[in-house]
């Protein structure tokens, strides 16, 4: 045969069979934008800035809706009451991790943000106890923490299991759990302090803002501490607006239904991947108006008091929530108000000039390259 033949051959099987199994899936799950054979969705899809094609699908085909990622169907959630019913309500039923073919290769499976089933389970409890241990919750880490910020300013002035298989403690997976606590601890914790000093250097009314409470209620002569939050109410505002802003991980990590789930009068089978929307939550126009607008007024209410939002999903929702989302909330509050204690943030050119709009890659968001000048106190 021809290999000219032989080819075209081949590839009218691999496109009939696409056809074939797109059109049978189809025809069990929900409604969506028409897949191509073989590629799926992929060229409706903005691959750097997904949530934004995510949206625009969402007009058309409602909350819930299917993508497909070559011949793999991805079922959406968008919107905060689809992604609340999934991840709170049905919590367990939606607590599996889905598929992310690159993180697998590398992790194998391991660690704590790709694992899955008893594993994960296993890990997870571990990496809270662990937490725990290191003082997650008590006085001692927030010691570590004032002392880290300390160092940071100070810094600015200057410019036994391991041959059981069976068990899931093993070396490589502790590597791979170590790995992705620090990974996911530290650059989501730094990305979102350096877009925070941004939109305060973009801002500087509310930068001054904070500075006057910092002033009224810790004073010079102290570290900020906790216990100040609760008497704070204006910095706490711009603290959740920073992180609602950025919408670090616009469409969080991929989760997979542990059995077959009745969703909303629809039948999802088991292992099906979902994506829910985390940018349909934290800029939702009703719960935030003006939600692409960076205002600490979206978590005060008319008395200038700190104002609770259920919409409020930086760190995910249910089963999957980071175990680290306590130490984080607790690192940036202390580091923003210690900074802004001991600096005013003075930009190299005016503010109206600065560029606040994020930086969307595959996985996240980041701010803008910036230059930042901290002048003391």
């Known amino acids: 045969v021809d290999p000219a033949v032989a080819l075209v051959l081949c590839l009218s099987c691999l496109f009939l069979l696409s056809l074939w199994r797109q059109s049978s899936g189809r025809g069990r799950l929900l409604s969506g934008p028409t897949p191509l054979p073989i590629i799926g969705n992929i060229l409706q899809l903005d691959v750097k800035d997904m949530s934004k094609s995510l949206s625009n699908f969402s007009k058309v085909y409602g909350p819930v809706f299917t993508v497909y990622f070559g011949l793999k169907p991805i079922v959406v959630l968008h919107g905060y009451e689809a992604v609340k019913e999934a991840l709170i309500d049905h919590g367990e039923e939606f ?86 606590m620090f990974g996911a601890g530290t650059e989501t914790t730094s990305t979102t ?24 209620v810790v004073g010079r002569n102290r570290s900020p501490c906790m216990q100040d939050r609760s008497h704070m109410p204006y910095t706490d505002a711009v603290v959740h607006e920073i992180q609602r802003y950025i919408d670090l991980i616009p469409t969080n990590l991929p989760h997979a239904v542990t059995c077959d789930v009745k ?14 929307s985390l940018t349909s939550v934290l800029h939702n126009d009703k719960e935030f108006p003006n939600p692409e607008m960076f205002d600490p007024g979206h978590f005060l209410d008319k008395s200038g008091n700190f104002k609770k939002s259920d919409y409020f999903m930086p760190f995910s929702a249910g089963k999957w929530m980071c175990v680290g989302e306590g130490l984080a909330r607790m690192e940036l509050f202390l580091f923003l108000t210690t900074i802004l204690q001991n600096f005013n943030l003075k930009s190299q050119v005016d503010p109206k000039d600065i560029d606040i709009t994020p930086i969307a890659n595959a996985f996240g968001r980041v701010p803008p390259l910036y230059q930042l000048c901290f002048i003391p106190v």
Request: with cysteine; proline share 2%.
């Open 193 to 216: 302090l350096r877009f925070g000093l941004l939109l305060l250097l973009k801002d500087p009314e509310v930068t001054a803002k904070v500075q006057e409470e910092i002033e009224r």
């Open 263 to 276: 969703f909303r009068n629809y039948l999802i089978p088991k292992g099906m991947t979902i994506i829910t």
């Open 95 to 180: 607590s599996g991790r889905g598929s992310f073919p690159l993180a697998e290769k590398v992790n194998k499976g391991l660690g704590i943000l790709f694992s899955n089933g008893k594993r994960w389970k296993e890990i997870r409890h571990f990496s809270l106890m662990t937490l725990r241990n290191f003082g997650m919750g008590k006085r001692s880490i927030e010691d570590r923490v004032q002392e880290e910020a300390l160092c940071l300013v100070e810094e600015l002035r200057k410019t036994n299991e391991k041959h059981n298989q069976q068990s899931e403690f093993t070396v490589e997976n502790l590597i791979a759990t170590v790995t992705d």
